[in-house]
Nanobody
Framework: QVQLVESGGGLVQAGGSLRLSCAASGRTFGNYAMGWFRQAPGKDREFVAGISWSGATTSYADSVKGRFAISRDNSKNTVSLQMNSLKPEETAIYYC?????????????????WGQGTQVTVSK
């Protein structure tokens, strides 16, 4: 099992940027893909971005392509999500997740461990 702790959330104006970080401990971090998901009030949790075990492959939800960037540092057991040009509708709790596999998947069922989440609020 891996423990995941997110940080970097907060309040930002529309058009602004935030950088989320996720620190992992436990099982070998570098063997598994990682993902970021988000859940807005009253909505289902949705895939935002994912990165393969090596960082060579990334995947994004269509709604964030060109604005968000996921990265990882296996030497520090961290994964980050740079979010630019944020929109009010992207207000949500953002979760870091560790996959069961080394390749990226947008399906939440592919992820075994989840962090507690960090709140991102984008004001108009």
């Amino acid at each position: 099992q891996v423990q995941l702790v997110e940080s970097g959330g907060g309040l930002v104006q529309a058009g602004g940027s935030l950088r989320l970080s996720c620190a992992a401990s436990g099982r070998t971090f570098g063997n598994y893909a990682m993902g970021w998901f988000r859940q807005a009030p009253g909505k289902d949790r949705e895939f935002v971005a994912g990165i393969s075990w090596s960082g060579a492959t990334t995947s994004y939800a269509d709604s964030v392509k060109g604005r968000f960037a996921i990265s990882r540092d296996n030497s520090k057991n961290t994964v980050s999500l740079q979010m630019n040009s944020l929109k009010p509708e992207e207000t949500a709790i953002y979760y870091c997740a560790s996959s069961r596999r080394s390749v990226v998947s947008p399906a939440s069922a592919a992820y075994r461990d989840w962090g507690q989440g960090t709140q991102v609020t984008v004001s108009k």
